[in-house]
């Protein structure tokens, strides 16, 4: 496909368990990042990649949120004991390079924690 | 501090007629990127437009024009000749030089009746 995948499309995980969202951008893109949309609201930054490396990871709202890019391409976002305030759609997004202006979104995964 | 506001929750248009999507921006960087993105109901974001505060025209594509005010840090999105398929939910975003990540508001619902 063209553009951007991430799997799975829901998730529900009970209040504790860990998750592991991933997303495949769109090929040869360099850019990588991830965004946290709450119910109602606009999407806010989580983190960034150039490649394999996490050049941003300001947005991470707690050390349960791990990202990783291993190798430039493919990237999981991780949620360790999940609780009920990280229910959202969490959508991931590609651009070609540093400083292209448009990024690229996947149709994103809906987490449901209970 | 980079921000957006959108402060229309929702706008109803009647098809075939034109419709203007709010947003105002707030940034003490001279050089900026304010984009917006359509997401219907299946939760992708779609990129419908692009301007860079230094351009000297207002951007267009298609049925879609940016408003740029730039004194009044403004950026409007005018959508003309209203279509069913433009039911959605609409997101201004800003991108500040020196920075990768997307600031979004918080969105408008557009409905657009037969």
């Known amino acids: 496909g063209a553009g951007v995948s991430q799997s799975p499309r829901y998730k529900v995980a009970k209040r504790g368990q860990d998750v592991a969202l991933r997303c495949d951008p769109i090929?040869?893109?360099?850019?990588l990042f991830w965004y946290q949309q709450a119910l109602g609201q606009g999407p806010e930054f989580l983190t960034y990649?150039?490649?394999?490396?996490?050049?941003?990871k300001s947005g991470l709202p707690s050390d349960r949120f791990f990202a990783e890019r291993p190798e430039g391409s493919v990237s999981t976002l991780k949620i360790q004991r999940t609780q009920q305030e990280d229910s959202a759609v969490y959508l991931c997004?590609?651009?070609?390079?540093?400083?292209?202006?448009?990024?690229?979104f996947g149709p994103g995964t809906r987490l449901l924690v209970l | 501090a980079q921000k957006i506001t959108q402060t229309q929750p929702g706008m109803f248009v009647q098809e075939k007629e034109a419709v203007t999507l709010d947003c105002t921006y707030d940034t003490s960087d001279p050089s900026y990127g304010l984009f917006w993105y359509k997401q219907p109901s299946s939760g992708e974001m779609i990129f419908l437009i692009y301007?860079?505060?230094?351009?000297?025209q207002n951007a267009t594509e298609g049925r879609y024009s940016l408003n740029f005010q730039k004194a009044r840090k403004s950026a409007n999105l005018v959508i003309s000749a209203s279509q069913l398929g433009d039911s959605a939910m609409y997101f201004c975003a800003m991108r500040e030089e020196g920075f990768q990540k997307l600031v979004f508001g918080t969105g408008t619902r557009l409905l657009v009746s037969p």
């Open positions: 997004a590609s651009s070609w390079e540093t400083g292209e202006e448009t990024q690229y």
């Open positions: 090929s040869g893109h360099v850019s």
């Open positions: 990649f150039q490649n394999e490396a996490q050049l941003d």
């Open positions: 301007q860079g505060s230094y351009d000297q």
